[in-house]
């Protein structure tokens, strides 16, 4: 389709800009030369999420300025340690003084470590017209100070939320205990084991471990440590807007552990909460420590929902950790156990100037099992704004065209001759216009999968509306940790036949046999066909749909179940009480060719804050299966046309479309990613022409009578 275009790359290709990879700094993280005698080190970083805070920062704009003698501190964002010597681990109130500049503000926002709890966020309202530098207390309740926050910090300020662009200009910060920090009993030694029920064997699992009062006593080194960033973190949390629907505690800190955890931890009563992902119940037990002796608890979870064994294996497509060599391989698979994630593809990472996450090996040398648990490599490379993000796992070595960064094209045709399987990440996030880069790829067949489930909400319109165009796309699910949720907290299930591993699982999912869930299975045949299937019929012939949905109930309980046809749905079922499993079927007859999927959901859902069009619940999706009648292809007559023509005007706009900078570590590269773009404009609006001239044709086989 391009070969006219092999030309332009030559005329527009930039010099390569090489970046030191040591330390990786993902996340935009700088100390900042500011100090009290209670602040041994402050921070600015790009990725701000701490505490219960999420600002879009932008770790350039922060630093120190001298004014009279004294150093102002400033920034969008900024995070602090408290000094250990000063407090640490405490239980009681803290005043805080903060001294500002309140001049162009209405508000500012604090958020520290607490007890109990994983989000503590607070707002202090400026009044208007306020000048200068002004002093504002509060009381921090319960506060810990045990460097539970991002970078190992204790406490946060920020002039706004999400995207703030104001700035707080800070003279001073002074804390003061209040009080007695809480009494800690004398301590016992636990000797916590979790079992497999059948197998008899010690198994990881991620837990909860809180006293009396909603705190957890802070891990000990036999907890497995997991990268956050470039932190390595034992305490692990749950955030309540991304990584669970439901977690039987208000304190959402956690931890994993290897089968076995040991810990001298105050004597008293403690409430044990066990998660091993979706196939296993969530256990809460009460169980009680003694002072001066070993306190040996051995917990036993059932493997319930054994998907395995009917050759279902979960995997998550999307996160990011470093693995510069083998070392890191137990830990990672550990982890991996732990969250029960057979297939778990740990993604290096690429912007415009360098890249971040680096996995020391590719391909088959890039794998490690344990059991039937896999982790292997895979990238989220090229990422802009402006085209998407777009994800390939499988390949045999990283494919990343630096001086050529718009080439997506290149970059898909590259990792599918390797032998790697491609998709698009975020679907339905408008800020990074996946239905771009979706649109631009499909035609020439490079994109195996959407990620349609994150942060726990269905993100269906491009999906369905490319279906509806007679494209066969594969439903797969990615948590994206560490910029999102914890990993598994999404997941793709992908049926293999015969042999599991990561080349079965990614030929299955390209074949289209998967379903995405946070919670619920689904069984869904059509005529006996199983998920992914392309069933040939005639017209007129009956189409017997049969699907069931089925959850562990201390997940959730199942209210609603859908078949869906080519995006509308032809039958529901709604409960007013949930309950474990919910059949449906449907006989239809098979008047016109067509996909059909099956979606269920639980009971239990909210809103998502920054995605107020969103709700975050239980659910679980099906890859659709395919009904062609008389040969005819599956895209919709009735709704593909119109499909088009909205295509067809969004990809003139993108011809001369500005880039805006939101994302991909803009603090690294301010000006190359626009650079690229320009050179690369008169490539892509070749492109594009070629591609409208592909969506104009295609149009004209669908609407023929």
Known sequence: MKKLLLSFCLLFTL????????????????????????????????????????????????????????????????????????AFDIDQKVKVTVELDASNLTEFFYAYDRNGVVESVHRVEIAEGTK?????????????????????????????????????????????????TAKKNASGNLQLSLFEKKLKERVAAQIGLYDATGRMPLPTESAIELQFFETKVRSVEIREELDQV????????????DGFYQANIPAGKYTLIVMKGPEYPILQKEIEIKAGKNNPIDIQIEHVLDMPKKGWYSGDVHNHFSRRNATANPNQIAHARAADLHMHWLYALGNSVTTHFDQYAWGKEGQYKEKDYFIASGQEDPRTDFLGHVLAMGHDEFVRYPNEYFHYDKVSKEVHKQGGVFGVAHMDFAQFQQNIAL????????????????????????????????????????????????????????????????????????????????????????????IGSTLQVKKGET????????????????????????????????????????????????????????????????????????????????????????????????????????????????????????????????????????????????????TKEYYINRKKEIVRP
């Not at 066969?472 to 049926?495: C, Q």
């Open 15 to 86: 010099p390569l800009m090489l970046t030191a990879h040591q330390p990786d700094n993902a996340s935009g993280t700088f100390e900042l030369d500011w100090h009290t005698h209670q602040i041994d080190r402050t921070i600015a970083t790009g990725v701000f999420q701490t505490m219960g805070l999420r600002v879009d920062n932008d770790p350039s704009r922060a630093g120190v300025k001298e004014v009279g003698g004294e150093k102002i501190l400033y920034g969008i964002a900024l995070g602090f340690s408290v000094d250990d010597q000063f």
């Open 132 to 180: 200068g530098f002004q002093k504002y207390e509060f009381v921090l309740e319960r506060a810990r100070f045990a460097n539970r926050g991002y970078s190992k910090t204790d406490f946060a300020l920020s002039a706004g939320l999400d995207m703030s662009n104001k700035l707080l200009f800070i003279r001073d910060i002074k804390f003061e205990l209040i009080g007695e």
């Open 439 to 530: 649109a631009m790829l499909a035609p020439e067949n490079e994109v195996d999968f959407v990620e349609i489930f994150q942060y726990h909400s269905l993100n269906l319109n491009d999906w369905y509306a490319f279906l509806n165009l007679g494209f066969k796309l594969s439903a797969a699910a990615g948590s994206d940790w560490p910029y999102m949720s914890l990993p598994g907290a999404v997941r793709t299930f992908v049926k293999v036949d015969g042999e599991f591993t990561p080349d079965a699982w990614n030929k299955a999912l390209k074949d289209g046999k998967s379903f995405v869930s946070n919670g619920p299975m689904i069984d869904f045949n059509v005529n006996g066909q199983d």
């Open 543 to 690: 189409l017997s749909i049969k699907a069931k949905g089925y959850i562990v109930p201390s997940w959730d309980l199942l209210q609603y179940a859908s078949i869906i046809v080519n995006g509308d749905v032809v039958k529901e079922i709604k409960l007013e009480k949930g309950q474990k499993e919910v059949p449906i079927e449907l006989e239809l007859p098979a008047d016109k060719s067509c996909w059909i999927a099956v979606k269920v959901h639980g009971e239990k859902s909210h809103d998502i804050v920054f995605q107020s069009d969103f709700t975050k619940r239980i659910q679980a999706h099906t890859s659709p299966i395919y009904i062609e009648v008389d040969g005819q292809p599956t895209w919709s007559k009735e709704k593909a046309p119109q499909i088009i023509d909205m295509l067809l005007e969004r990809l003139e706009q993108v011809k001369e479309m500005k880039y805006e900078r939101h994302d991909n570590e803009a603090w690294e590269s301010p000006d190359r990613t626009e650079e690229m773009l320009d050179a690369f404009r008169p490539y892509l609006r070749t492109w594009i022409d070629q």
């Open 246 to 257: 439901y977690w039987p505690s208000d304190n959402h800190y956690t931890m994993y552990i």
